[in-house]
């Protein structure tokens, strides 16, 4: 049975004892004496400045292991999931690369073998990606000098990238990979996979969309005509926002990819979640947008038309951090999907994690925010919602990263929901 922590509220910072309301962007937060914060687990803190958690089944347990890129650490590392019984401990760990500046790791089965690899993204000096080849047998996967690098030549020096994701761009030889960079050279592309995915110098670069910084991206068929498309929120310059690029089909995917603006325009959009919010049977956007708000975007019918956007705020000054990502999931168990929020800049008494519950009656627009993380953590990254220790409820995956003196240097960790165990008490 877990056992619940210390209560804490996050308005009135461990002092209050009932229930208070605030008000910013013309929504109202009504904030509670929730207990908390919630048991927290340490994965890794071996390194320096973990920088976000991609997972998958890397080792064929049927469970999730994850992937972190330690950009001030340099180095990439993998985490072998121990099993429920053991989550709660530090994870079996192998580097796999040195990878100076590392922005995003993500798994990625590139040649069709079966066997995932690890693609990294680089921004810095280094601009380039990575490939790290794994072992040939799975007994072999933490033995670090079994994984090989190998650069990938079209990527070199075209940018500062920060993000990656497989998807299968134009219907041919093996999964493409679509990329982000930011910067002067900053960029949306899809690299093409070759006929033998292993010849790395064959990869083709097709950059479609000109970028300030990327943050997020996600491959997904919006259009409903047969081709991924892909969502994506650009945090700087003119082209700052949320947006999605049509693909023009498996034939002419190298060709223009129409670009289809759906809201946050002009704003510094961070991290976002595609999650169906309002029962509608289509996935909307939620987005953090600094510095202290989310924005919910609907999707309507045809996703070529105007998408109706609405603001949350999450935080003022005092509460918490500044808005760094968003991710939606059924956190209590009562059937309703709720936000969880991550914020960078959270010096104590500030908070860096919440969660938010929708609002309870049909006419209110009272979101209640409840504590996770306490006054620990300054600047926390991406979210992942999985259930680590098989109990029924989804706990909350993340890291810290560095941000200056004030780093508490967490690393890779995850919060362990209360709320089964609340229940069974």
Aim: hydrophobic fraction near 35%; charge should be negative; glycine fraction near 10%.
């Amino acid at each position: 049975m877990k056992k619940k922590a210390t209560s804490s509220c996050l308005l009135a910072l461990l002092l209050a004892t009932t229930a208070t309301g605030f008000s910013l962007g013309g929504k109202t937060i009504q904030t509670s004496a929730h207990e908390g914060p919630w048991p927290l687990h340490v994965v890794d803190n071996s390194s320096s400045g973990a920088d976000g958690v991609r997972l998958a089944d890397i080792d064929g347990n049927h469970l999730p292991d994850l992937v972190t890129g330690w950009e001030e650490g340099g180095i990439t590392r993998v985490y072998l999931n121990p099993g429920r019984d053991r989550v709660h401990s530090a994870w079996p760990s192998v580097t796999v690369g040195v990878t100076p500046s590392v922005e995003d790791a993500v798994f990625f089965d590139l040649d069709g073998d079966g066997s995932l690899e690890v693609i990294t993204s680089c921004e810095g000096t280094v601009r380039t990606m990575f490939v790290h080849w794994p072992p040939s047998g799975r007994n072999s996967l933490l033995v670090g000098e079994e994984w090989k690098t190998e650069a990938i030549p079209a990527t070199r020096d075209r940018g500062q990238w920060m993000f990656a994701v497989p998807a299968q761009i134009d219907g041919r030889n093996g999964v493409d990979l679509v990329v982000g960079s930011k910067g002067e050279d900053g960029m949306i592309g899809w690299l093409e996979a070759p006929s033998n995915p292993r010849r790395l110098e064959e990869w083709t670069l097709h950059p479609i969309y000109a970028a300030g910084w990327i943050m997020s991206l996600i491959s997904t068929d919006l259009d409903q005509d047969g081709d991924p498309d892909i969502l994506a929120s650009d945090r700087k310059g003119s082209n700052a926002g949320v947006l999605w690029l049509e693909n023009p089909g498996f034939e002419t995917a190298d060709s223009e990819w129409k670009e289809h603006r759906i809201g946050a325009d002009g704003r510094e959009v961070m991290f976002l979640d595609f999650s169906d919010t309002n029962d509608d049977g289509r996935e909307d956007v939620v987005v953090a947008v600094k510095p202290f708000t989310i924005a919910r975007i609907l999707q309507p019918e045809d996703p070529s038309q105007a998408w109706e956007s609405e603001e949350i705020a999450v935080a003022f000054p005092q509460g918490t951090g500044r808005a760094k990502a968003v991710s939606v999931g059924d956190l209590d168990l009562d059937g309703r999907l709720d936000l969880v929020f991550s914020c960078e800049g959270a010096v104590p008494p500030k908070h860096g994690l919440i969660w938010l519950a929708p609002p309870s009656l049909p006419d209110s627009s009272e979101w209640v925010a409840h504590d996770i993380s306490g006054e620990l953590g300054i600047k926390y990254g991406r979210i992942e919602l999985v259930d680590l220790d098989g109990d029924g409820d989804l706990d909350i995956l993340t890291c810290e990263e560095n941000e200056g003196e004030q780093s508490q240097g967490l690393g890779v960790i995850w919060y362990e929901n209360p709320h089964v165990s609340a229940a069974t008490e």
